[in-house]
């Protein structure tokens, strides 16, 4: 699986939004983009992942570039309550066939300030 | 999205025993199952993969025998620590696949004394 650079640390004012960058310059074809988040003591949280378009859901938006070399997650009006560790992992994911496993690198800890 | 327990969600034991965290999916049925392990401000890492039904394939470094995997059903995935050293105290995450996506249990804090 390819792999993921992510910045060390960000931080973000409380209600603006927050925007976390993730390069995987070396992504294949049939590779999807994941964003996980950890906050402190607890499992892994799932958020989002996408092949090639945006996607959105209840808690945040990916956007993918077209040359699919980089991608950002953004959490629209950022809390308190967001601030964790950030994972963008990229996974080979064929429906129906084979699956690559979830390997996390160091992510970005993001911390939302009031 | 779907939802994974682990029980328990703390234990603490003595050297050399045996410790058992189980790892549920409730609202799914897993086919594979992951393992992992998070030392203290690192990451998490891969330990195994547990396919029901199958024998467990793990990490490169991670001891079989030490750590046994049992995938005994497709809500079921549990994890034995066997002989227990204070250098295995960690936070223990399990994990399921579910389609096209991984889901994670709460974690297990081992502590062994």
């Known amino acids: 699986d390819a792999k993921t650079t992510q910045p060390t640390s960000m931080d973000c004012a409380e209600g603006r939004a927050a925007n976390l960058p993730c390069n995987h310059s070396?992504?294949?074809?049939?590779?999807?983009v994941y964003w996980y988040r950890q906050i402190h003591s607890q499992g892994p949280q799932y958020i989002i992942h996408?092949?090639?378009n945006n996607e959105t859901n209840e808690m945040a938006s990916l956007i993918i570039t077209e040359d699919r070399k980089s991608s950002t997650l953004i959490l629209p009006h950022a809390t308190l309550r967001d601030t964790a560790v950030y994972y963008c992992?990229?996974?080979?994911?064929?429906?129906?066939?084979?699956?690559?496993?979830?390997?996390f690198g160091k992510g970005t800890k993001l911390s939302v300030k009031p | 999205g779907a939802v994974v327990s682990q029980h328990p969600s703390r234990v603490i034991c003595k050297s050399g025993t045996s410790v058992k965290i189980e790892c549920r999916s409730l609202d799914f049925q897993a086919t594979t199952m992951f393992w992992y392990r998070q030392f203290p401000k690192q990451s998490l890492m891969l330990m195994a993969t547990?396919?029901?039904?199958?024998?467990?394939?793990?990490e490169q470094g991670v001891e079989k025998d030490k750590f046994l995997i049992n995938h005994a059903s497709l809500t079921l995935s549990t994890l034995t620590v066997t002989s227990a050293h204070p250098e295995d105290s960690s936070f223990y995450i399990c994990?399921?696949?579910?389609?096209?996506?991984?889901?994670f249990g709460p974690g297990t804090r081992l502590t062994v004394l």
């Open positions: 992992i990229v996974r080979v994911l064929n429906y129906g066939g084979s699956q690559g496993n979830l390997i």
């Open positions: 996408g092949l090639k």
């Open positions: 547990s396919n029901e039904g199958s024998k467990a394939t793990y």
């Open positions: 070396t992504i294949s074809g049939n590779e999807y």
């Open positions: 994990s399921a696949r579910a389609t096209d996506t991984q889901y």
